[in-house]
């Protein structure tokens, strides 16, 4: 990428932006036949993700040949996969498969951690499992983020990571995890780890915040990992008894939906979480699960 | 030399090493250097009154000395060959013209010598300041390495401006995968030091060896009646004087009477710049006459006047008022000893701070006392405690951070955490904030939230979640203070107060939760 590529691309990212919320939002939404979310239960988290992913019609809707894809876990904690406070790492590690596989050029995975980043990166085991799988895993470096207008009603402008805003393509993973400000930490508030600066002030209205952003990051596919959720002492827990095991990966094309589902497994009411009401409204997508089409399958 | 290139790369390899590399624990061989170094060995074991078992390998130095000469200063120490090598491109360039013949005293390293050893007798551990491979390690961990990962981060940041987007980002990327501090408090002064060290070779060759290095000092002591003498053939030598003049260590080899033997490193130099070949170190057993090999003019009196000198300057360290009272914000690194052991064994080396994860441990200057420069403490405002590491305490060369296992590391209290409510958030402005509490690596948390009802300045009030800290679960690890968004001064932060390692600096009688107070006992 030189700089002539990035600068198009930023004004490209811009006024896709601009003209109509659901430029960026992907293709399975328009198609009939196929759910706006899959949910699927079973032993293996990577057989559970591929299963997903085939439900909403296969990794070949989402992506195409030599796009740069840009997949976006949650890494933010030095914790091992059994703590829930990371994305597990089988289920990144399929959905690079799936997205090479797809014809993809490129697949990078990126997270601006919290604790140290290398530390992040390998106690996760996403970084093995991303090699594993050929992917690219980046750190983020200074010289990558920068500040750009995200045009929100609470934040005018803030700063971003580059890679991700650059990438062709963009599929969020989060994990679903208590937290005690808003509540749950799912797909809405996993772009926290695509923005540089000062993070730690957007509690201060933490709710506006992930709209705004989710407005700003429209991923093409969120794939919620819930395989094993993180109940208390959350973001980060500490301890495997502060975990569930749930078995259960949920895809979607509308990440409202897929927070509205993951919160249904905390046994978390939808009005609970302000922002998926505020993302509703804001046109991001649908929180009433009654008018998604789900299709949920164990194997 | 060869050898010494050889010996460098070992230590400056190991010292890279000596970092998080990926694996939790990274093996005792990164110090391993420092295990060699019988100044620093008889120093900590003298001054803490402790033995420290890895020491054993300097006996290995001692023997080979004893039999062999200062072999260590000439062929193996890596600040000998920094030292050395800048010599030699000062010499090039001609900075530095070696006179025919220095008689410049050479007496002042083993005042110096004398100093640490009085020192250590009373429990002062000064040889840190001086020893080759702590100063080494100290400027490279603190200055030299920062200073050349910001350097090319800063070549990274032009080579991207310049449209070398691939070129920067494996440089960047490599990097982040060192794992390189770039923030040290006293980085300037630490790398003006080490500049200033090879400066010296302007003036004289291996200026620090000659008239500085204690250690240098003590193996000269050991060395003066080694089996390799040097011998000049009278047949050969034309008395050219080449070899005296280049000698590196001022050791005198010509004419052969004169020779000192306590002073020669073995860099061979006189043998190669000798026009006939007559210089050469044949085994020999026979005694030198001891005017020959003390001709470092020491006499009894000049070391009787050091002693008293160290003796009465020693109690001098000792009053400050770190002795009497822990200080606020002395947070020493986890396993760290109580403040007398851990002062007189930590040889400043400043292999913790290099390994520190997050960059929070720090060089003190003076908040531990004049015998307490260059000892790390974490300050939690640059990096805090990462909860899974506990590399601080593997690489430490002489136990005064003692190994743990990360599980026991994380039963151990470096300080506790303190809520300043007056500039709190929540507290204040009555907004919600949470994020000392989000960043709390301790399951239970140790900070919770409650609900606090915030007068504003309008009358109004406003009903915000606000941390309050559980002390008996808090270690002390400070990401609080590091992540707090209230940035000049954090509305968190963490004292040493409740210190694992001190039975005075204590709050309550049980605050440490049911460990016992010192749980190396």
Redesign the interface.
């Known amino acids: 990428?030189?700089?002539r590529d990035f600068i198009t691309g930023v004004a490209a990212a811009g006024l896709a932006l601009r003209f109509g919320p659901r430029a960026f939002a992907g293709q399975a939404a328009s198609m009939g036949p196929l759910p706006a979310l899959a949910a699927v239960e079973g032993e293996s988290p990577a057989a559970i993700t591929r299963e997903a992913i085939a439900v909403l019609g296969g990794m070949g809707k989402f992506v195409g040949k030599g796009d740069k894809v840009v997949i976006k876990p949650n890494i933010g904690w030095?914790?091992t996969p059994e703590m829930a406070a990371c994305t597990n790492p089988e289920v990144v590690k399929t959905l690079v498969e799936l997205v090479l596989a797809a014809g993809a050029k490129k697949a990078i995975v990126i997270d601006n951690t919290?604790?140290?980043?290398?530390?992040c990166y390998?106690?996760s085991g996403i970084q093995e499992a991303v090699k594993q799988a050929g992917g690219d895993m980046?750190?983020v470096?200074?010289?990558r983020i920068k500040k750009m207008a995200l045009k929100g009603e609470w934040l005018k402008e803030w700063d971003i990571l580059l890679d991700v805003v650059e990438a062709d393509k963009l599929i969020n993973v989060p994990i679903a995890k208590h937290?005690?400000?808003c509540r749950l930490t799912l797909g809405a508030k996993n772009w926290l780890g695509a923005t540089g600066g000062?993070r730690?002030?957007f509690?201060?209205?933490?709710d506006k915040t992930v709209v705004d952003l989710s407005a700003f990051f429209k991923p093409q596919l969120t794939v919620l990992d819930a395989y094993r959720i993180l109940v208390r002492?959350?973001?980060?827990?500490?301890?495997v008894s502060?975990t569930e095991l749930r078995k259960t990966v949920i895809a979607g094309t509308d990440p409202v939906a897929v927070d509205a589902f993951g919160a249904s497994l905390f046994a978390v009411e939808t009005r609970e979480l302000p922002y998926l009401a505020m993302a509703r409204d804001r046109g991001l997508g649908e929180f009433d699960l009654e008018k998604v089409r789900i299709e949920k399958r164990k194997i | 030399m060869a050898s010494q290139a050889i010996f460098f790369g070992l230590f400056l390899y190991l010292f890279l090493g000596a970092h998080?590399t990926?694996e939790d624990y990274i093996g005792s061989t990164v110090q391993r250097f420092f295990h060699f170094d019988p100044l620093l060995a008889l120093v900590t074991i003298v001054s803490a009154r402790l033995v420290y078992a890895y020491f054993a390998f300097a006996l290995i130095t001692v023997v080979a000395t004893v039999l062999f000469g200062r072999v260590f200063c000439g062929w193996i120490c890596p600040l000998g060959a920094v030292h050395q090598a800048s010599s030699f491109v000062f010499k090039r360039t001609k900075f530095l013209k070696p006179p025919r013949e220095d008689k410049t005293s050479l007496a002042p390293k083993y005042y110096i010598l004398i100093i640490i050893l009085v020192g250590a007798l009373l429990g002062l551990d000064l040889a840190g300041y001086l020893d080759p491979l702590s100063f080494l390690t100290r400027s490279l961990a603190l200055a030299v390495l920062p200073a050349m990962a910001q350097a090319l981060?800063g070549l990274?940041?032009a080579l991207?401006?310049l449209?070398a987007?691939g070129l920067?980002?494996t440089l960047?990327?490599a990097l982040?995968?060192w794992?390189i501090n770039t923030t040290f408090i006293q980085g300037f002064s630490v790398g003006l030091f080490f500049l200033g060290a090879i400066a010296l070779n302007a003036r004289k060759e291996r200026f620090w060896c000659r008239y500085l290095c204690p250690t240098g000092a003590l193996l000269g002591l050991l060395s003066r009646w080694n089996l390799l003498k040097l011998k000049i053939d009278d047949e050969k030598c034309i008395k050219c004087g080449l070899c005296t003049q280049h000698c590196e260590t001022q050791a005198h080899p010509y004419p052969n009477d004169q020779w000192k033997s306590g002073e020669c490193i073995y860099c061979l130099n006189c043998a190669s710049i000798c026009p006939t070949a007559a210089i050469g170190f044949p085994m020999s057993a026979r005694l030198e006459k001891l005017t020959n090999v003390s001709n470092v003019n020491l006499s009894r009196r000049k070391l009787l006047v050091t002693t008293l000198f160290g003796l009465v300057a020693a109690p001098f360290f000792r009053l400050s008022p770190p002795r009497k009272r822990a200080p606020l914000k002395l947070i020493r690194p986890p396993g760290a000893l109580a403040e007398d052991k851990f002062l007189a064994k930590c040889v400043k080396c400043g292999q913790c701070m290099r390994a520190c994860?997050?960059g929070g441990l720090q060089p003190v200057l003076t908040e531990a006392g004049p015998e307490g420069v260059y000892t790390p403490k974490l300050v939690p405002r640059i990096g805090y405690c990462?909860?899974?590491?506990s590399l601080c305490t593997q690489v430490c060369p002489t136990g005064a951070i003692k190994k743990q296992t990360i599980e026991a590391k994380n039963k151990l209290k470096i300080g506790s955490a303190w809520v300043n409510k007056s500039r709190c958030?929540p507290y204040v402005?009555g907004?919600?904030?949470?994020?000392c509490?989000?960043?709390c690596?301790?399951?239970?948390?140790a900070i919770k939230?409650v609900e606090y009802e915030a007068t504003l300045p309008d009358g109004t009030t406003a009903v915000q979640?606000a941390p309050v800290i559980d002390l008996d679960l808090c270690t002390g690890c400070g990401i609080c203070e590091n992540?707090?968004?209230v940035?000049d001064d954090p509305a968190i932060f963490v004292t040493s107060v409740g210190e694992t390692r001190s039975e005075t600096n204590r709050l309550l009688l049980d605050i440490s939760g049911g460990t016992s107070p010192d749980p190396y006992k």
Do not use: W
């Open positions: 990428m030189n700089r030095d914790r919290t604790n140290q980043a290398k530390r390998v106690r980046l750190f470096d200074d010289y937290h005690s400000l000062a730690n002030q509690h201060q209205s933490l002492n959350g973001p980060q827990g500490g301890r502060d | 998080y990926g981060s990274g940041g991207y401006g449209g987007a920067a980002r960047s990327q982040q995968n794992t994860p997050t990462e909860y899974y590491c958030i402005l907004k919600p904030c949470i994020v509490e989000e960043h690596p301790v399951s239970p948390k939230l979640k992540k707090c968004p940035m």
